[in-house]
Each structure stands twice: as structure tokens, then as C-alpha cells.
Nanobody, 131 residues
Framework: QVQLVESGGGSVQAGGSLRLSCAAS????????MGWFRQAPGKEREGVAA???????SYADSVKGRFTISKDNAKNTLYLQMNSLKPEDTAMYCC?????????????????????????WGQGTQVTVSS
């Protein structure tokens, strides 16, 4: 049974940094594609960043240059380093997993930031950025 547990959220002032973690269990972690998604009140859930089984990454334009996704296969943990945070980054952040190895190298790679393409989700951690 796939389990994902996020941590690391909190409140920070604009320009600050946070590091989110997602502990995974119940599946062959290294062969899955993992992603971070966020949902602000009244808005649709959106993809933030994704990392493939081989370490290839993809980012939403809104976070490029500010956020970094990484993973530690030995610890079965996914990370999201968030720097230069803005008030518009305020949202519930969730990690997700999908059994799609090398997804970023496949013809449908554009779906890697589409939340509807993922079957396994954590409960989320709140990030609040004040101006």
C-alpha cells in the first residue's frame, strides 16, 4: 500500500525559504515518478515540480529558478526546496506518486505536472507566505 507523508510546511515572510519533505513507503520508490502539487483556496490544484525515476525534473514556469525538487532513494524521501517565496505561493502542498518510470522521456511527458495523472497522494502540508 502506497503511503506518502509530507512535512516541513509553515509560515514565512516573503523572500524566505522552506524545505518540504515527503516520506514514501509501500512501493518501489526509485521506479516511480514523484511530484509536488499545490492548491490555494478557490483555485484548482496545480503542478509545481516533478522528478522522474532517473532524476530528470520538470517545473512550472511560476517556480522555475526558485524551487528545486530532489529525492533521496536510500531514504525514500522526496524534497522541495522553496526559495524567494512569494505570497502567491501560499497553498496546501501535496506530494504524489505514479508508477511511470522514465515518464519525462515518453511522448506524454507533458502530463507529468497534471494532477489527474497521479494515483497516489499524501495529505498535504500548508505553506503560508506573508508580505
Amino acid at each position: 500500500q502506497v503511503q506518502l507523508v509530507e512535512s516541513g510546511g509553515g509560515s514565512v515572510q516573503a523572500g524566505g525559504s522552506l524545505r518540504l519533505s515527503c516520506a514514501a513507503s509501500g512501493y518501489t520508490y526509485s521506479s516511480y515518478c514523484m511530484g509536488w502539487f499545490r492548491q490555494a483556496p478557490g483555485k484548482e490544484r496545480e503542478g509545481v515540480a516533478a522528478i522522474d525515476s532517473d532524476g530528470s525534473t520538470s517545473y512550472a514556469d511560476s517556480v522555475k529558478g526558485r524551487f528545486t525538487i530532489s529525492k533521496d532513494n536510500a531514504k525514500n524521501t522526496l524534497y522541495l526546496q522553496m526559495n524567494s517565496l512569494k505570497p502567491e505561493d501560499t497553498a496546501m502542498y501535496c506530494c504524489a506518486a505514479e508508477d511511470r518510470a522514465y515518464w519525462l522521456h515518453l511522448p506524454d511527458s507533458a502530463g507529468v505536472l497534471n494532477p489527474y495523472e497521479y494515483n497516489y497522494w499524501g495529505q498535504g502540508t500548508q505553506v503560508t507566505v506573508s508580505s
